[in-house]
């Protein structure tokens, strides 16, 4: 048997030149060797899981998803038509302002009708509050110019001018919906539409209609794009 | 005597020679056992015989999935209205609102207007790629409004812990709100795809079909009231008891759930939030039947796999 000797460190590093592999040095690089080779031998398994968890989902579905999501926000075009729909909720503001002015209201006509310039003033800031510093922040003159007398006649006459008004507007914000891109100010005029539709049947109701094709709107007005 | 070092033999006194001895061996061992191939855990033995595991199909959610889910929704509240038109419930007295009167003809045309939507709702869903969906909406159906006629027209069995609880104190009331609750979770659920569906044309045609349907729900709500027009923004128009209640007697059973009465404006912008239904009879402790009607979701879509019952 041979009687492995040991050099000590101090003479090791005196000794010249390449040193014959010691049995501790070959300990030591089987040792690694082996858990070298253990770890080689789990990267399948490894990769495996790496490779299960990335084909998680059907390759079928990650083919049908063929639909590009639209961009939440506004592009430069929605800025020109999110500008003139706040023109529009600024001149409904003006408008109500004018009707408000109007002498016989009954309070709950009175309510009704702050309630909605209200709402409409809402509307206008929320928009205002989305397009920033480029936010007109003003009415269309044109617009009210040919509302106004609507606004500030007999009581009947004003309710069912803004009625009209409601009207158009909704008609308005489905165009500008049908025109909108990014996602994020579609859901605001949606919203804004969906109410504005209600204040068509409010104020036909407030004015004492019955009819419910008045009622429900049978006949949208005209959208204003384009006219203001 | 011999030179030979005595061994230690209580194993305690393990030499330094013998350790890297030890931990060589290990290590040769732990390559070789590494080295083998067999990675795979293999399959559980079965004992018996069963089916395999099937394969759930893909939950897609396009255009076209959205746009019959609403065609269901539409002909499922139509189909609601006819269940409702039949049984001439609108066309009796109602003894918590004296002054409803008969809204059969109202609710009438509501049911056109959504056979209609329904109509438009398939044809937009065709063109998208997806095939029509020609029935109710399954969920909507078994899980909400379903529950409501039950309860309204027959009760609940008593169970171990409950007591029977009869049919509806005033079936007139129950249906005329769930009227509103439906048209108003119908505006709602059109409001809510706008930013799912991927073209701007969808959306402004979902939205055409969506304000019919606010304007339904402010129509009916203040039909059963009729001073009903904006409640909780600044000074509410709304009396005081804005609420159908029942005052328990003295001794008596516990008051029933009171049931909020609809205001044809309840917010200035359309709302998202579910429209809570309450009616039916009280149960032993007077509360009556809850459901939320709310805008679909990942339960309530009719994805291409599934079908009409």
Redesign the interface.
Known sequence: MEIEVTESGAFAAMTDGRQPMS??A??RV??G???G??????L??LS?HAVASATTE?A??VE??T????PLRPTADDITLLSFAQQVETTAVALYNEALKVTGWSD?QA??V??IR??HL??AQSLSGFLGRVAPNSISQKLFDSQKDGFSGAIDLVLASAEALESAA?ATH??V?????G??A??LI??????E??????LA??AGETD?AV???DEEAASLVGKG | MTNEIALDNDGRHIDRRGLLRIGGLTAAALAIAACSNNTEAGTLGRVGQGGTTPALEDPIVNDGVLLRTMAGLSTSIANAYQHILDGKFLAKASETMPDLGDQTELVTVFRTHHIASAKSFNALAVKAGAEPWTCGNTRLDSASINPVFKRVEVGAPATDSSKVIGPSDDPTRDYVNLVHSLESMFASSCQALVPLLSESALRSSTMQIGIRSARHSALIALRILPSGYVAGVGESLMPADNATTTTAADGGPPAATAIPLPVALPARFGLLSPTSFIGGAGDENGVRLRVNFETPSLNTFAYPFSSCP
């Open positions: 049995r501790r070959a300990v089987g040792a060797v082996g858990v080779g253990a770890a080689l031998s789990l399948p398994f495996g059907p079928s579905a049908a998803t639909t590009t999501a639209p709950q309510q009704v702050t309630f209200d709402a809402a509307y909704v489905g165009d919906i049908a025109e909108l891109v996602t994020d579609a859901s949606a919203s804004i539409q969906m109410n539709a209600r204040y068509c049947t409010v109701d407030l419910p009622l429900l709107v």
